[in-house]
């Protein structure tokens, strides 16, 4: 499945916010741009990325994904691993087999504790996650009344009740229950 | 579940042929509410008059418009519509004023 867009907004929307407006496309960018820093990951969908870590100094090294599709790189302190030597998970966890040349740093098979002593370069990202996109959806519809209205809203005898947020976050609790299942495990 | 109203769009006029235009087909819609409003019901020799008003809610895209026949708990109905829409989130929703009368009382 590709990345949201701007048709995606209008149909949910039922067309109120059209898919050729400015502001739709400036309210998928923030809903998008929201929901992928809170998860910490751009979750969906798979894409090459090259990220720079700081060492664990362990022998487990976490990237920052979900969903692992393929390892294309690992240069650890300058020096490029064979990947031959790397063992990897779909979850992102690397380890490095017995034989690893590409330096071995600290103790047994332990990669380098240097701050930013890692490159990796991997393809990664969830080829599905409806769950997600709704939330960001959901958030898009939710905030673009917000900025008109603020909470709840009374039009002649009808009355539509506003929304309460999740605390510390911009998402409602059903939203922040969605985009749960794609976060990644803040760091400490 | 919801309670639901009948709908029969309004037959009257004639098409670009000069053939009369016949009634829709009925469309059952699910209510917002329905509240009950002023009736009447007077004896006469000419028949009783019996004079019901509804006035129902509906969602603001509901398929009515004004002198559509509107079944409302059995009674057959004319609608006149009321459009409420938010100027700044077109949220909203549709009053119908549904009155039924029979007889003429007297």
Redesign the interface.
């Known amino acids: 499945m590709a990345d949201l867009t701007t048709q995606d907004v209008d149909a949910f929307t039922n067309g109120?916010l059209a898919h050729d407006a400015a502001q739709t496309a400036r309210l998928l960018a923030a809903g998008l741009g929201a929901a992928r820093r809170y998860c910490g990951w751009h979750v969906t969908p798979p894409n090459a990325d090259v990220v720079t870590l700081d060492g664990p100094g362990s022998p487990l090294l976490v990237l920052p994904t979900l969903r692992l599709v393929s390892l294309t790189g690992v240069v650890e302190e300058g020096i490029t691993a064979d990947l031959a030597y790397v063992d990897w998970s779909v979850r992102g966890l690397l380890r490095k087999r017995t034989g690893y040349a590409g330096g071995d740093y600290g103790l047994g098979h332990c990669w380098t504790a240097k701050l930013g002593g890692l490159t990796v370069s991997m393809n990664h990202g969830f080829a599905e996650a409806p769950e997600w996109q709704s939330a960001v959806l959901s958030y898009i519809d939710r905030t673009s009344?917000a900025a008109?209205?603020g909470g709840r809203?009374t039009?002649?005898?009808?009355s539509?009740p506003g929304t309460t947020v999740a605390s510390g976050t911009a998402f409602t609790d059903s939203e922040k229950m969605l985009l749960d299942l794609y976060r990644l495990e803040p760091s400490v | 579940m919801a309670e639901t109203v009948t709908v029969s769009p309004a037959a009257g006029g004639f098409d670009r042929y000069g053939n009369p235009i016949t009634p829709g087909t009925p469309v059952v819609l699910p209510t917002l509410a329905v509240a009950p409003g002023n009736t009447q019901l007077q004896a006469g020799e000419g028949g009783d008059l019996d004079d019901v008003q509804f006035t129902v809610y509906l969602d603001l895209d509901s398929p009515i418009q004004d002198d559509d026949a509107i079944t409302v708990r059995g009674k057959q109905c004319l609608a006149r519509v009321q459009e409420w829409r938010s100027p700044w989130t077109g949220r909203g929703g549709l009053v119908v004023f549904a009155r039924s009368t029979t007889g003429k009382g007297g």
């Open positions: 109120r009344l008109s209205v809203e039009v002649g005898p009808f539509f």
